[in-house]
C-alpha cells in the first residue's frame, strides 16, 4: 500500500481565486464547497461564500486541498509550507516546465529554473497568493 502526503493550504478569503489559479497551471480536476454550502448558510453566517474545502486531482498522482480561514478562525501555527515536485523523465521534465512557467505567472522566481550544482535542473518561486514551489527535474529528464 502506498501512503500519500498532500498538502492542504489555508487562505484568507482567496481560496477560489488560487485553486483556479492552480487549476489553470495544472491541470486536473477542480472541486470546491463553500462553507455555506457545507454548514448551511445560517451557520456559515458571513463565511458562507468562502471555501470550506476545495480539492485539485492533476495527473501522476498530484493532490492539492485547500480552504478559506474565516475570519476569527486562529490560522496561527499552521506554519509556513514550500510545495515539492519533481520528475525524472521526458515526460516530467515537459510537464514540470509548463507548471513552472504557469505558477511564476504574478509571482517571484526566487531562484530561475536552472542547472543546479547537483545537476539537475531546480528552480524556486513564490507564487501570485504567497505560496513557496519548489521544482526540481533529474538531469537524465532535461
Known sequence: M???LTPYL????????????YH??????LGMMTYAEGMG??????AGGQIMH????VDRGVHLMASDLPEGMDGNGFGTVSLSSSGDS???AATLESWWEKLQDGGTVVL???TAPWGDKFGQLIDKFGVAWMVNITATAS
Open 2 to 4: 502506498t501512503i500519500g
Open 10 to 21: 489555508q487562505f484568507s478569503g482567496n481560496a477560489k481565486e488560487a485553486l483556479e489559479f
Open 24 to 29: 489553470a497551471a495544472l491541470g486536473g480536476e
Open 41 to 46: 448558510a445560517d451557520a456559515a453566517g458571513d
Open 54 to 57: 476545495g480539492s485539485l486531482y
Open 90 to 92: 521526458t515526460a516530467d
Open 112 to 114: 530561475p529554473l536552472e
